[in-house]
C-alpha cells in the first residue's frame, strides 16, 4: 500500500503540464525524475525485481505525459524479454530465470529513417548481483548517477524533441533494462527487429551524465563512427560545456549493441566518480543544472542533424584493445573526463596501496618510477608492469606542488 502512495504521489506531478515553458520548470521535473528514480523505494531496481518494475511504470507514464507513442510488444509500452540470471559465472551452468522490460516510445514522422535515444534504468539493487563496489553489508544502491540522471536526461530530450515538430527522421526513445548484467536490454532490442536496424540513422546513449564537474567537461565516446560527428559535435551551442572525444564506438553500455550493427553511435558521460557501483550514489550528490546542459546540448545536437540525411557509419580502429592484466592494483579512481596531463584521482579507496602512501583526491599522478604517465592508458599500462611487493615512488602534481610518494603495492 505504501509503495501505491508513494508512485501515485510521483504520478500526481504528471499531471502538471510537462510542456514547461520555464527553464526552473524543466529543471524541477528533472529533479522529480531523479529522486523518484533514486529513491529507497525502488530498492536499487535491480533487473526482474519490483522496484525496476514501478521504475518501467514511472517512465512509460512520462513517456504517455510526453506524448509519444508506445511502441514495444503488441501496442504497449514495454518491450518484454527473459533471460537467465548467474549470480556465480564461473559456478555453475543454470541459474535464475528472469524477465526484462524495455521501455520504448516513438515519434512517427513517416520517414525513412529512425533515430535512436537511449538510456539504462536499471541498476544493483542490494549490491548483491557481483558488480558492486560495496565493501560492507548489502544495501540499496540507488544508482542516481548510474543511471536515474540518464533516464532524466532521455526524458528532457525527448519532451525537446517532440516540442520542436522536427520532420526528417523518426524519434524512438529506449529505456533499456539489464544493462548493468551485460548490455542484456540492447542486445534483445536489436535481435529481435523491433524495428529495421538498417533504417537506424543513429544511437545517442546517455549513461552517467549526473555529475558534471566545475570544469564543465563532457565526454563523448564514439567520435569516430561516423564522419559526421567532428564537426557537428562543435557546431551547435554547448552552454560552455568543454568537448572530450574519444572514437571508439566499443565500450560498457548500450550504444555497443548499434554500433556492432554498423550504427554510428555516440554516448555521453560526466566522469566516473568514488560513489560509482556502491551505496553512496545517492541523489543529494546530483548536479541538476549539469544534467539539464548536457540534455540541451543533446537535443540542440539532435536538431542540427535532422536535416542531415543518413549519416555515414565509420569502424572504429583499435576497439577491442588487449586488455592489461593486473598483478597489483594502486586503489584509486580515475578521473576519465581530465583532458590535461596525467591521471587526475577522483576517489581514493580506503586501505588501499594509494591511501597507505598519502595519496588523495584530485591529486595527478604523473609519474609511477620510472614511467611517464600522461593519460589513462599510460597509467593502465604501467600498472601492468608491477608486481606484488614493490615499492614505487609515485610523483604527483598537488595543487601548484609536486610530491612524492612511496607506495607498496
Known amino acids: 500500500m505504501k509503495r501505491k502512495i508513494v508512485l501515485g504521489i510521483f504520478y500526481a506531478f504528471l499531471c502538471a503540464p510537462v510542456w514547461a515553458q520555464h527553464s526552473a520548470d524543466a529543471l524541477r521535473q528533472l529533479k522529480v525524475d531523479v529522486v523518484y528514480l ?32 508506445p511502441k514495444g510488444d503488441s501496442g504497449s509500452w514495454f518491450q518484454v524479454f527473459s533471460f537467465v540470471f548467474n549470480n556465480n559465472p564461473h559456478g555453475a551452468s543454470t541459474g535464475e530465470s528472469r524477465t526484462g522490460k524495455n521501455v520504448v516510445g516513438y515519434i512517427d514522422n513517416k520517414a525513412l529513417t529512425t533515430v535512436v535515444i537511449g538510456a539504462h534504468y536499471d541498476h544493483l539493487g542490494y549490491g548483491t548481483a557481483g558488480n558492486s563496489r560495496n565493501t560492507g553489508e548489502p544495501a540499496i544502491h540507488n544508482g ?22 522536427l520532420k526528417k527522421n523518426n ?12 548490455l542484456i536490454g540492447s542486445k534483445k532490442f536489436v535481435e529481435a527487429k523491433s524495428i529495421d536496424v538498417k533504417k537506424v540513422n543513429y544511437m545517442f546513449n546517455m549513461d552517467m551524465v549526473g555529475r558534471l564537474n566545475e570544469e564543465k567537461v563532457l565526454a563523448v565516446n564514439g567520435s569516430g563512427t561516423s564522419p559526421v560527428w567532428a564537426s557537428a559535435l562543435t557546431s551547435v551551442p554547448n552552454v560552455g560545456l568543454k568537448i572530450k572525444t574519444s572514437e571508439s564506438g566499443l565500450g560498457p553500455s548500450d550504444h555497443a549493441s548499434f554500433y556492432l550493427q554498423d550504427i554510428p553511435v555516440l554516448h555521453f558521460f560526466t566522469g566516473q566518480h568514488a560513489d560509482y557501483h556502491k551505496p553512496s550514489d545517492d541523489s543529494e550528490w546530483i548536479n541538476y543544472a549539469g544534467i539539464q546542459e548536457v540534455a540541451e546540448y543533446i537535443s540542440s545536437l539532435v536538431k542540427h542533424l535532422d536535416a542531415k540525411g543518413k549519416l555515414a557509419f565509420n569502424k572504429t580502429k583499435d576497439d577491442q584493445p588487449q586488455a592489461t592484466r593486473f598483478k597489483v592494483s594502486l586503489g584509486v579512481m580515475p578521473d576519465y573526463v581530465f583532458d590535461g596531463v596525467g591521471l587526475r584521482i577522483d576517489g581514493v579507496m580506503e586501505d588501499r596501496p594509494a591511501q597507505k602512501a598519502g595519496l588523495e583526491k584530485g591529486d595527478i599522478i604523473l609519474e609511477l618510477g620510472d614511467l611517464s604517465i600522461k593519460t589513462v592508458q599510460d597509467y593502465m599500462t604501467a600498472l601492468g608492469k608491477f608486481n606484488k611487493g614493490d615499492r614505487v615512488v609515485v610523483r604527483v602534481k598537488r595543487g601548484e606542488t609536486m610530491v612524492e610518494k612511496t607506495v607498496i603495492f
Open 38 to 69: 533514486a529513491s529507497n523505494l525502488l530498492e536499487g531496481r535491480e533487473t526482474g525485481k519490483k522496484g525496476e518494475e514501478l521504475a518501467a511504470d514511472y517512465i512509460a507514464a512520462r513517456f504517455a505525459a510526453i506524448g509519444l507513442q
Open 144 to 165: 542516481a548517477d548510474d543511471n536515474a540522471s540518464g533516464v532524466a536526461a532521455l526524458l528532457y530530450v525527448a519532451e525537446a524533441i517532440k516540442k520542436s515538430k
Open 171 to 182: 524519434y524512438l526513445f529506449l529505456a533499456f533494462s539489464a544493462e548493468e548484467l551485460g
